[in-house]
T-cell receptor, first 114, second 114 residues
Framework: DGGITQSPKYLFRKEGQNVTLSCEQN?????MYWYRQDPGQGLRLIYY???????QKGDIAEGYSVSREKKESFPLTVTSAQKNPTAFYLC?????????????FGDGTRLSIL | EDKVVQSPLSLVVHEGDTVTLNCSYE??????LLWYKQEKKAPTFLFML????IEKKSGRLSSILDKKELFSILNITATQTGDSAVYLC??????????????FGKGTKLSVKP
């Protein structure tokens, strides 16, 4: 089955620690995205990538980093510089840039601070 | 500043009721408007609208876009408890600050009571 797989489902971060959230898709989509969702809030864009080896900052990129070495993979690192990392993180992909084709989402990773 | 506003933020109805969810937007370089349903985890795609006045339907759900008045509605008829979810509205741009990515509203939380 084609889809987007995010792992882990739950993640705990200690003070000063970097953690990496995995996102893999087998939909052969060019574009991939990372969003953060806080309670009662909509989705806010962290980073996006339209093609391999290229990515752009979204609205709230500070304290996060990404890489796009393979078409199917777009991992997100939450660094120690992100002071309020507790949130629900969603990865998405689309065949073309958002707005032309719908984005499809993974099941998310819930990150908490220990 | 580009923005997408959904109303109401929450809604409680009884099974069998018909509901209308609203989404208004002020977005430069509008390309499309999308509706998603989010239960516990991944938002699932419902509709993508690009043209005014053309209703899209899927079972008991339907949606329409008014590009002159800058809003869309999502209708759900004969609601069921399985319709309980957060409904997200998002707008895609041709280009702009987010380079053609989606701008999300905060969502409408719908609760359907038996």
């Amino acid at each position: 089955d084609g889809g987007i797989t995010q792992s882990p489902k739950y993640l705990f971060r200690k003070e000063g620690q970097n953690v990496t959230l995995s996102c893999e898709q087998n939909l052969n989509h060019d574009a991939m995205y990372w969003y953060r969702q806080d309670p009662g809030q909509g989705l806010r864009l962290i980073y996006y990538s339209q093609i391999v080896n290229d990515f752009q900052k979204g609205d709230i990129a500070e304290g996060y980093s990404v890489s796009r070495e393979k078409k199917e993979s777009f991992p997100l690192t939450v660094t120690s510089a992100q002071k309020n990392p507790t949130a629900f993180y969603l990865c998405a992909s689309s065949a073309e840039g958002a707005g032309r084709q719908p984005q499809h989402f993974g099941d998310g990773t819930r990150l908490s601070i220990l | 500043e580009d923005k997408v506003v959904q109303s109401p933020l929450s809604l409680v109805v009884h099974e069998g009721d018909t509901v209308t969810l609203n989404c208004s937007y002020e977005v430069t370089n509008f390309r499309s408007l999308l509706w998603y349903k989010q239960e516990k985890k991944a938002p699932t795609f419902l509709f993508m609208l690009t043209s005014s006045g053309i209703e899209k339907k899927s079972g008991r759900l339907s949606s329409i876009l008014d590009k002159k008045e800058l809003f869309s509605i999502l209708n759900i008829t004969a609601t069921q408890t399985g319709d309980s979810a957060v409904y997200l509205c998002a707008v895609g741009q041709y280009y702009g600050g987010s380079q053609g990515n989606l701008i999300f509203g905060k969502g409408t939380k719908l609760s359907v009571k038996p």
